[in-house]
């Protein structure tokens, strides 16, 4: 029998089933999902309008290649401009979070012509080519992708960032930065590290690529996470939520990026069936006001959480949220999935990343807090 190629270390959990924030295992057994499938649910599980809007293209026609009209790239595009509150960007069309980014790259490299990349301790921006060259983790990192064209600065140091510009900055194509760092452990930009990104690739004619794969989509309850804090970028990049589980990625380019016929391209990016599930997901969003849901039962529950003893740091906005446990406490989000039947995300040391659907309700909160805390008490 051909055997999968074993690269990811698996929960003996099998989920047939889910619905809103709720998923179902081979056993029936019910799970609260504040995990979204890695960040992916985001207007929850088999949402009806979804179903029905990915049925009702699948019937009509699920693909064609970019060579033709697809009418539903430019409502897509219309829509998202209108939901991020911005509409004078263009959309390229891609399949996933390191795709958007590898293009992001590439395409800020055509247009300033240079090739020096910056990019920050512990950041995470996917596994292909430049997006893995550009992701501080030299275990995923081949030779082959090993690249003195990216240098990585201590994140939130705004004075590396100023010596790195003053000694050459003429070389810098981009910077990219993730308004909130996922990977690297829930750790918020600061506003003012936002703007001397933004003064000073402006000043050096480099490009601010904003990589809103997991902070964006209205995660932090704003359309993208760079926004709130203070700025806009060149270029932002996104994924995860954009489908709530189809895969769909995207960049969103500013007006100064000239494109010509070839200058980018996939073969799967922007299909109709892509196109329908990323449209739904964006219309649930509007007609249900989610980013305000997200705004609302977010900061409820850092504030609930940062009342809780034995938690070392609450950090995050809105539904992206990380906890600092101590190491004694290493075992708390086994319990949680194994015990309390809570699926949650985690990151390196010991942090417990909640990353749950934008619909997430207040009860859906205080359940897990109520759970939480018994379960911190035990230990
Ligand atoms: C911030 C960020 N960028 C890029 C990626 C890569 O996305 P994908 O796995 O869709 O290629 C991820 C995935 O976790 C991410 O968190």
Request: with cysteine.
């Given at each position: 029998m051909m055997k999968l190629y074993d690269v990811y270390p698996l929960n003996p959990i099998e989920i047939v089933k889910g619905l809103g924030s709720r998923v179902y295992d081979s056993t029936g057994q019910e799970y609260l999902d504040l995990y979204g499938g890695h960040a992916v649910i985001s207007i929850g599980h088999t949402h009806p309008h979804y179903v029905a809007r990915l049925t009702d293209q699948l019937n009509k026609i699920g693909f064609y290649s970019n060579s033709i009209e697809i009418p539903l790239q430019q409502q897509l595009a219309a829509l998202l401009g209108e939901v991020a509150g911005m509409d004078n960007y263009q959309l390229f069309l891609c399949n996933s979070g390191a795709e958007a980014n590898e293009n992001a790259l590439k395409l800020a490299s055509f247009y300033n012509g240079k090739k020096k990349v910056i990019a920050f301790d512990k950041a995470f921006h996917g596994r292909t080519s430049l997006a893995v060259s550009a992701t501080?983790?030299?275990?995923?990192?081949?030779p082959v992708n090993q690249t003195e064209n990216i240098v990585f600065l201590p994140f939130n140091d705004e004075q590396a960032l100023e010596q790195a510009f003053a000694s050459y900055g003429d070389e810098v194509t981009a910077v990219i930065i993730e308004g909130i760092q996922g990977v690297g452990g829930i750790k918020v930009a600061t506003d003012s590290f936002l703007a001397k990104i933004r003064s000073l690739t402006t000043q050096y004619d480099a490009v601010f690529i904003a990589?809103?794969?997991?902070?964006?989509y209205g995660r932090t309850?704003?359309?993208y996470a760079v926004n709130d804090g203070g700025v806009s970028a060149d270029i932002y990049t996104m994924a995860k939520g954009m489908g709530n589980g189809f895969p769909i990625g995207a960049i969103a380019i500013g007006e100064q990026f000239k494109p010509w016929h070839g200058q980018l391209g996939t073969t799967?990016?922007?299909?109709h069936l892509a196109c329908a599930a990323a449209l739904s997901v964006l219309e649930v969003m509007k007609q249900d006001n989610l980013m305000a849901n997200t705004a609302q039962v977010g900061n409820y529950l850092i504030n609930e959480l940062k009342k809780l003893d034995k938690i070392q740091e609450v950090r995050g906005k809105g539904l992206m949220i990380g906890i600092d446990l101590a190491p004694?406490?290493?075992?708390v989000r086994k319990e949680l999935l194994v015990k309390d039947h809570i699926f949650t995300g985690n990151a390196s040391p010991n942090v417990i990343r909640l990353l749950p659907?934008?619909?997430?309700?207040q009860a859906d909160a205080d359940l897990f807090l109520d759970k939480f805390n018994n379960r911190l008490q035990q230990f």
């Open positions: 501080d983790n030299p275990k995923i990192v081949a990589d809103e794969v997991q902070c964006g309850g704003a359309f799967f990016g922007g299909n004694e406490l290493k075992e659907a934008l619909n997430l309700t």
